[in-house]
């Protein structure tokens, strides 16, 4: 094996060659990101089951509303580099904890008898936890600097608990879904980006 192609390039996409430990740390972040990205399909379905009409009707369309500190992955997400996609992934897993920590309280107040819902929100905060730790230690791995997200995660829930609760119980009920969503929406972005480093994955 010549030194270029033992070596690893930070800024390539699925033409680098990790070094076994580095590839199986990938594989084993990537497969943990496809199984979540199963359980954040499970939890918003729940969600929106337990939120009443007009959740859930054929042809709804809640408002997108703002969430602190946290917003959906930009559409040219898939053409920035490796480690920067990663980087924004990680920031956006560590956001998500204590945004769905405050869905979960708001949905104890409003659903005291969705056990299995509250269930799911407490195990997605975990969740998210795990899977952001895992991303940077995958990024640590590639030689990459991790930075932190742009906005602190407990100020940018205490935001949005604070608007939710002064606004009512709708929009508290969309807040919940838009968490849910975006919950989704990273933890598929993030399992993407990791298939493409995966050796034999989607380029």
């Known amino acids: 094996m010549s030194r270029r192609e033992g070596s690893l ?20 972040t990537h497969s943990l990101a496809r199984l979540l990205t199963k359980y954040a399909e499970q939890l918003l379905q729940e969600y929106v089951q337990h939120q009443g009409d007009p959740f859930g009707l054929p042809g709804f369309s809640p408002p997108r509303l703002p ?9 040219g997400h898939a053409g920035l580099p490796a480690p920067e996609r990663l980087r924004l992934d990680a920031a956006a897993l560590s956001a998500l904890p204590p945004l769905l920590d405050v869905v979960r309280r708001h949905q104890a107040e409003l659903n005291p008898r969705a056990p299995r819902l509250l269930r799911r929100l407490e195990d997605a905060a975990r969740q998210a936890r ?4 895992a ?7 590639l030689g990459a600097e991790t930075r932190g997200p742009p906005v602190e995660p407990a100020a940018a829930a205490a935001a949005a608990a604070a608007a939710a609760t002064d606004a009512g119980v709708f929009p508290a009920k969309v807040l919940g879904l838009r968490v849910c969503g975006l919950y989704r929406e990273w933890v598929s972005r993030t399992e993407g980006d990791l298939g493409q480093l995966v050796p034999g994955g989607p380029a």
Request: proline fraction near 12%.
């Open 9 to 28: 390039d930070p800024q390539a996409d699925s033409s680098i060659s990790p070094l076994p430990h580095l590839e199986a740390k990938i594989r084993q």
């Open 135 to 141: 991303v940077e230690a995958v990024l640590a791995a």
């Open 67 to 75: 969430v602190a500190g946290l917003s959906a992955p930009a559409p």
């Open 130 to 133: 795990a899977l952001g730790a």
